[in-house]
Nanobody
Framework: QVQLQESGGGLVQPGGSLNLSCVIS????????IGWLRQVPGSEREGVAA????????YYTNSVKGRFTISRDNTKNTVYLQMKNLKSEDSAVYYC??????????????????????WGRGTQVTVSP
């Protein structure tokens, strides 16, 4: 059973930075990609970034390009989302999810509903003066 646990959320001022972590247990090659998605109350879950463990291919939604960086540390079974120059519209609950790369890419790019195999419980990010 794959388990995901996010951490690193918090309150930050506009222009500030946060680093989110997603610790992964028992991830197999069948679910060898991680996506970060976010959700605000009353809205659908929105894709943010994704990484393919096979070749470290990454994807970013347009609104975070140049500000967010997704990376992984195999030794720690962790995927990171480094967020810089945060804006108020980045405020949301951030989730990491695992599945095959093709599925993760479709969901994070908005071409499919957010129905991935495994999800964490989320971490709250609030960007406010």
């Amino acid at each position: 059973q794959v388990q995901l646990q996010e951490s690193g959320g918090g309150l930050v001022q506009p222009g500030g930075s946060l680093n989110l972590s997603c610790v992964i247990s028992q991830l197999t090659m069948n679910y060898a990609a991680i996506g970060w998605l976010r959700q605000v109350p009353g809205s659908e879950r929105e894709g943010v970034a994704a990484i393919n463990f096979a070749d470290d291919t990454t994807y970013y939604t347009n609104s975070v390009k140049g500000r967010f960086t997704i990376s992984r540390d195999n030794t720690k079974n962790t995927v990171y989302l480094q967020m810089k120059n945060l804006k108020s519209e980045d405020s949301a609950v951030y989730y990491c999810a695992a599945d095959r790369w093709s599925a993760v890419l479709k969901v994070v790019s908005g071409r499919a509903a957010p129905a991935l195999a495994y999800w964490g419980r989320g971490t709250q990010v609030t960007v406010s003066p």
